[in-house]
């Protein structure tokens, strides 16, 4: 007899990579951040021409790719300077896991010596033994300092200070050592003046948020990595996007964070395993959604009177009966009209229907967006991004009740 373990683990899989939505994983290519990549290029080509250092800031807010850049920035460019015969090792240092000039020496030490012993030595000897590795190995060494505002509060800029300097007692050119600043806010401001000097102000690189449109090739990436062919609904991509993804037109837009599309992408695909689905549906993305915040709850549906709320529901069923992740206006008023009929209600008219709609969208209920390619002419296309509709339904149905 199967154990229920067995059984659970049994289930067919929608996915054929789960480590491709590891927020670790970084990918080959990196859609909508070539602009940050070449500006890296150009920012660290002074090693490439018989420069001994330079160093740059990257900044924006949170899910931006910042890690992922520099990440893959340091890995193609060693390769490059390999083919040159130089040799290139980069350092990752998770500043917000390591606050203090010490721990994060440890950090970089143990990329040469797993077993550097964690006490008994000062931040200059430690210098000193990174010296050794460096001399010893003929190597440039590219330290990316991630989250350091996290460790410029706490202890300050002295080691930022002692890194942009460690190649003033270097014989050799090329042993040395250049830094990949990263934060989500403009550090130069918590650097102090010594440590600012040693560092050119105009490599500073600002990311912005990713809009929808941007995110889209970005989830679609993960979905050929991560997921079995096929299984994917489009519809999912651009509704994970347009989630996540920062919109100054609609009013429902959401921080332009890529780790959140990934997030909601894989549990959208765990909803489908979980419900022993083979295909990832709309519908999964809004479970997935539901699970880390939604605007609809039952206390604000209760503020809403009959009418709208029958509207809100009518949208619901539409989605739920095509299976779809936007329904369009008048798909929505004829379902609105059978749900009257349902109710024993007369249907308002069509002008006071869209002053609904308006209301709804006003109050994050739904949100609607002007159809692109696929769609005759203009029409206006409906969504509810942050509920199963299940679960809308249900909850609209104990109200109407
Ligand atoms: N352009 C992109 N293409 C593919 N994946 C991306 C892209 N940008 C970000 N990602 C992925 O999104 C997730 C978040 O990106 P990343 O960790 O680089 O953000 P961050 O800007 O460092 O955010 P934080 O400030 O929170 O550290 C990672 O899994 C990363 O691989
Ligand atoms: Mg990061």
Same mark, same amino acid.
């Given at each position: ?10 289930? #067919?899989?929608?996915? $054929?990579?789960?480590? *491709? ?13 070539? =602009? ?29 790719? +910042? ?16 083919? *040159? ?6 350092? %990752?240092?998770? /500043? ?33 033994? !990174?010296?050794?590795?460096? =001399?010893?190995?003929? /190597? ?12 410029? $509060? ?81 519809? /999912? ?7 996540? @993804? ?9 921080? &332009?964070?890529? $780790? !959140? ?43 809403? #009177?009959? %009418? ?11 989605? =739920? ?17 059978? !749900? /009257? ?5 007369? #249907? ?9 709609? +308006?209301? !709804?969208?006003?109050? &994050?209920?739904?949100?609607? *967006?002007?159809?692109?390619? @696929? ?9 509810? #991004? ?16």
């Amino acid at each position: 007899m199967m154990s229920l373990v067995e059984e659970e683990l049994g289930g #067919p899989t929608v996915f $054929r990579d789960l480590a *491709k939505l590891d927020f670790d994983y970084v990918p080959e290519e990196l859609p909508n951040r070539e =602009e940050a990549m070449r500006f890296l290029a150009r920012t660290y080509r002074g090693l490439t021409q018989g420069g001994t250092r330079e160093h740059a800031l990257v900044w924006g807010p949170v899910g931006t790719g +910042k890690t992922a850049v520099a990440k893959r920035f340091a890995r193609d460019f060693a390769t490059v300077l390999g083919k *040159k015969g130089r040799r290139l090792e980069s350092v %990752h240092v998770n /500043c917000r896991r390591r606050k203090s000039a010490a721990l994060a020496m440890l950090g970089i030490l143990n990329h040469f010596e797993p077993n550097y012993p964690e006490r008994g030595f000062s931040v200059g000897e430690m210098m000193r033994d !990174l010296r050794k590795h460096l =001399e010893r190995r003929d /190597c440039h060494l590219l330290v990316i300092l991630d989250e350091v505002d996290a460790l410029l $509060r706490a202890d300050g800029s002295n080691l930022v200070y002692d890194l942009t300097r460690f190649n003033d007692e270097t014989g050799q050119a090329w042993v040395g050592i250049s830094l990949v600043l990263i934060s989500q806010q403009n550090v130069l401001e918590l650097l102090d003046d010594a440590a600012l000097s040693t560092f050119k102000r105009s490599n500073t690189y600002q990311v912005q948020p990713y809009t929808a449109d941007q995110l889209e090739p970005i989830v679609q990436q993960r979905v050929d990595l991560a997921f079995a062919p096929g299984v994917v609904d489009p519809d /999912c991509v651009s509704l994970i996007a347009d989630i996540a @993804g920062e919109n100054q037109e609609s009013n429902r837009s959401g921080p &332009g964070d890529a $780790r !959140l599309a990934i997030e909601l992408l894989t549990k959208a695909g765990q909803t489908a395993d979980d419900e022993m689905r083979d295909s990832v549906m709309a519908d999964d993305v809004r479970t997935a959604k539901a699970y880390t915040y939604s605007v609809v709850t039952t206390s604000k549906l209760q503020n809403l #009177p009959k %009418h709208p709320l029958l509207v809100l529901a009518a949208l619901a069923r539409r989605l =739920e009966r095509d299976q779809a992740a936007y329904a369009t206006t008048g798909g929505v008023e004829e379902m609105y009209h059978l !749900l /009257c009929e349902e109710h024993d209600e007369s #249907p308002r008219g069509h002008t006071q229907f869209w002053k609904y709609l +308006k209301q !709804l969208q006003d109050a &994050g209920f739904l949100y609607a *967006k002007i159809s692109g390619k @696929g769609h005759a002419g203009t029409t206006q296309l409906l969504s509810l #991004p942050d509920v199963p509709t299940k679960v809308l339904l249900d909850k609209v149905r104990d109200l109407l009740e």
